[in-house]
């Protein structure tokens, strides 16, 4: 590849620098341009300032330009939309990245798990808490979680926290329990648990609301609005959890995400990366609904923010999660009939902040796993819109993972959008088919949403799973998981051009965002990556699923290259 640059620069004012820059010219062409939208594949994209002006053939795209100031020869390679990550936590992916790795492919049983984080706190200062991220404790030659005797083998004398890969809660030594005074006779917080041994004792397990614990007196809390994983650092590590995240983002060809759980720890960090020139990615933010109250009484209605960063809506919870057997099942587990999971809120307490969210004109985003629970979002936004109709608001369902086929066809009447990850099924789909039994093949049914013409997203989660899209698109290709199981049915299965779609236009759309991203069509900003290799070429998902991006370019500037 060569990029030809032509352009000629003169001192000027911050004005004038800034008029020249919208007006700066860049050819891309030699090589086949996906655009995803009416125009398909084409020759050469046309671009000015940070938008697309024209996608056809070479010449077309030199006339409309009149000059080209720089020029990018794909040399054969081609060029797809930014992808969209509509469903991710990168602040708090970031921050996990600077954890001990503790995922099953590299911890298989607590001596490991033990060993490993020695190893990672002799770089730590001495008076650093311990962190972990990523074990599955299914996935654990024990087979079970750790207990806090387990990490006081790491440390006695400091914090140690080790974050289940769901993100929804961990296990602390016995120095954090007394640090924060966590006892026997501590009730469970309000929208968590406390784990404990049969005599009451803490065991070290703390979920969801139960982490508010510890967060301190002026942390972030949550309580029954979902998992607090909002674990301050001071300012300049946040940054740089912040940087480390969007690196693995742009590295993955990620241009635009929803951060699907913002406290004011995210905002706070994103607002200083913005401030600061820092933040490369578009972003979508979705407040926790623990602060809808107060979105309300500052007037927030509808999105606020530019294209760099917006406020987007509010994130609600209606169950737990498939990988943590905490989604909500009345009729109990096909494990364990007496093991329900959980709800965060009753339906009618649920129905409510759906409906002052809907009323002021905010999409909300609720986390839903089981049938239940996607029944009781369609219950809400269906009385929503009933007690004051909106023009597509546009809600929508996260995870999505068990629809019935009547509650697909209700999200399709209700213009309800589904955010799934397929990348949980190929990690924890043999987990679920043990805790539920033949429901659990119907995990991410993507293929049967676009079947029903249900509109959908593909997203990563991450630090769930990474930020890579092409893998997510061939697990839903293929529904087949990491030992091999195979899920389903083939009408489940989702093409692999479909999946493309799904997650770039699919996740722009789910973020209110097609009238910008997504497709490369004239007036929409000039994001997109170059690959090595033409996708629509390759054939064998597994294959697809390893492919790659070489550039990653956000509004027609060079964000990221191998």
Request: glycine share 12%; charged share 20%; net charge negative.
């Given at each position: 590849?060569?990029?030809?640059?032509?352009?000629?620069?003169?001192?000027?004012?911050?004005?004038?620098?800034?008029?020249?820059?919208?007006?700066?010219?860049?050819?891309?062409?030699?090589?086949?341009?996906?655009?995803?939208?009416?125009?398909?594949?084409?020759?050469?994209?046309?671009?000015?300032?940070?938008?697309?002006?024209?996608?056809?053939?070479?010449?077309?795209?030199?006339?409309?330009?009149?000059?080209?100031?720089?020029?990018?020869?794909?040399?054969?390679?081609?060029?797809?939309?930014?992808?969209?990550?509509?469903?991710?936590?990168?602040?708090?992916?970031?921050?996990?990245?600077?954890?001990?790795?503790?995922?099953?492919?590299?911890?298989?049983?607590?001596?490991?798990?033990?060993?490993?984080?020695?190893?990672?706190?002799?770089?730590?200062?001495?008076?650093?808490?311990?962190?972990?991220?990523?074990?599955?404790?299914?996935?654990?030659?024990?087979?079970?979680?750790?207990?806090?005797?387990?990490?006081?083998?790491?440390?006695?004398?400091?914090?140690?926290?080790?974050?289940?890969?769901?993100?929804?809660?961990?296990?602390?030594?016995?120095?954090?329990?007394?640090?924060?005074?966590?006892?026997?006779?501590?009730?469970?917080?309000?929208?968590?648990?406390?784990?404990?041994?049969?005599?009451?004792?803490?065991?070290?397990?703390?979920?969801?609301?139960?982490?508010?614990?510890?967060?301190?007196?002026?942390?972030?809390?949550?309580?029954?609005?979902?998992?607090?994983?909002?674990?301050?650092?001071?300012?300049?590590?946040?940054?740089?959890?912040?940087?480390?995240?969007?690196e693995t983002f742009l590295a993955a060809g990620v241009t635009t995400i929803g951060d699907a759980q913002v406290s004011r720890r995210e905002l706070e960090t994103y607002?200083?990366?913005?401030?600061?020139?820092?933040?490369?990615?578009?972003?979508?933010?979705?407040?926790?609904?623990?602060?809808?109250?107060?979105?309300?009484?500052?007037?927030?209605?509808?999105?606020?923010?530019?294209?760099?960063?917006?406020?987007?809506?509010?994130?609600?919870?209606?169950?737990?999660?498939?990988?943590?057997?905490?989604?909500?099942?009345?009729?109990?587990?096909?494990?364990?009939?007496?093991?329900?999971?959980?709800?965060?809120?009753?339906?009618?307490?649920?129905?409510?902040?759906?409906?002052?969210?809907?009323?002021?004109?905010?999409?909300?985003?609720?986390?839903?796993?089981?049938?239940?629970?996607?029944?009781?979002?369609?219950?809400?936004?269906?009385?929503?819109?009933?007690?004051?109709?909106?023009?597509?608001?546009?809600?929508?369902?996260?995870?999505?993972?068990?629809?019935?086929?009547?509650?697909?066809?209700?999200?399709?009447?209700?213009?309800?959008?589904?955010?799934?990850?397929?990348?949980?099924?190929?990690?924890?789909?043999?987990?679920?088919?043990?805790?539920?039994?033949?429901?659990?093949?119907?995990?991410?049914?993507?293929?049967?949403?676009?079947?029903?013409?249900?509109?959908?997203?593909?997203?990563?989660?991450?630090?769930?799973?990474?930020?890579?899209?092409?893998?997510?698109?061939?697990?839903?290709?293929?529904?087949?998981?990491?030992?091999?199981?195979?899920?389903?049915?083939?009408?489940?299965?989702?093409?692999?051009?479909?999946?493309?779609?799904?997650?770039?236009?699919?996740?722009?759309?789910?973020?209110?965002?097609?009238?910008?991203?997504?497709?490369?069509?004239?007036?929409?900003?000039?994001?997109?990556?170059?690959?090595?290799?033409?996708?629509?070429?390759?054939?064998?998902?597994?294959?697809?699923?390893?492919?790659?991006?070489?550039?990653?370019?956000?509004?027609?500037?060079?964000?990221?290259?191998?």
């Open positions: 590849m060569s990029t030809r640059t032509t352009r000629t620069t003169t001192v000027g004012t911050a004005d004038s620098a800034s008029a020249a820059e919208s007006d700066r010219t860049l050819l891309v062409a030699g090589g086949p341009v996906y655009t995803q939208g009416p125009a398909g594949c084409v020759e050469a994209l046309a671009v000015r300032g940070e938008r697309v002006v024209h996608a056809g053939s070479v010449a077309e795209a030199r006339a409309v330009l009149g000059r080209v100031d720089d020029e990018v020869d794909l040399a054969g390679r081609t060029v797809l939309p930014g992808f969209t990550d509509a469903h991710c936590h990168p602040v708090m992916y970031g921050q996990n990245l600077a954890w001990a790795d503790l995922r099953p492919e590299v911890v298989g049983d607590l001596d490991a798990m033990v060993a490993t984080l020695v190893g990672f706190a002799a770089g730590l200062r001495a008076d650093t808490p311990i962190r972990g991220f990523g074990y599955e404790h299914r996935r654990l030659a024990e087979g079970r979680h750790p207990y806090a005797r387990d990490l006081d083998r790491v440390a006695t004398d400091r914090e140690v926290y080790v974050m289940n890969a769901s993100g929804h809660g961990g296990v602390v030594n016995t120095h954090t329990l007394r640090k924060y005074g966590i006892t026997a006779g501590t009730p469970d917080p309000i929208g968590g648990r406390i784990g404990r041994f049969a005599d009451g004792t803490p065991n070290g397990e703390l979920w969801d609301g139960a982490c508010d614990l510890l967060t301190g007196p002026d942390g972030v809390k949550i309580a029954n609005h979902g998992p607090n994983f909002h674990l301050d650092d001071p300012e300049d590590e946040m940054r740089g959890h912040l940087l480390r995240a969007q607002l200083r990366g913005r401030d600061a020139g820092d933040l490369k990615l578009r972003v979508s933010a979705y407040l926790t609904s623990a602060l809808l109250d107060t979105a309300l009484d500052l007037g927030l209605s509808r999105s606020l923010g530019d294209d760099r960063f917006r406020i987007q809506g509010v994130k609600l919870y209606a169950d737990g999660t498939l990988g943590g057997w905490t989604a909500y099942f009345p009729e109990g587990y096909a494990v364990d009939c007496c093991h329900h999971g959980q709800l965060y809120h009753d339906p009618a307490e649920y129905a409510d902040l759906v409906l002052r969210a809907h009323r002021a004109g905010l999409q909300t985003a609720t986390h839903a796993q089981s049938p239940y629970a996607i029944g009781m979002v369609l219950d809400a936004v269906e009385k929503a819109q009933a007690d004051t109709p909106r023009a597509d608001p546009r809600h929508r369902i996260e995870h999505c993972g068990l629809p019935t086929d009547d509650e697909i066809a209700r999200m399709r009447d209700l213009g309800v959008h589904a955010c799934l990850q397929p990348q949980h099924h190929l990690r924890t789909g043999d987990g679920t088919l043990t805790a539920l039994g033949d429901l659990g093949h119907r995990y991410n049914p993507t293929g049967l949403l676009k079947a029903a013409g249900t509109a959908f997203a593909l997203s990563s989660d991450a630090p769930v799973a990474p930020p890579a899209p092409f893998e997510a698109v061939a697990a839903a290709a293929t529904r087949r998981t990491v030992l091999g199981t195979l899920l389903g049915t083939p009408e489940m299965r989702l093409p692999l051009a479909d999946g493309l779609l799904a997650h770039g236009v699919g996740g722009a759309r789910a973020l209110h965002r097609e009238h910008a991203v997504g497709t490369l069509r004239p007036g929409l900003l000039a994001d997109f990556v170059v690959l090595a290799t033409d996708p629509y070429t390759v054939r064998d998902p597994a294959a697809f699923a390893r492919l790659g991006v070489e550039e990653t370019w956000i509004g027609g500037t060079r964000a990221w290259r191998a």
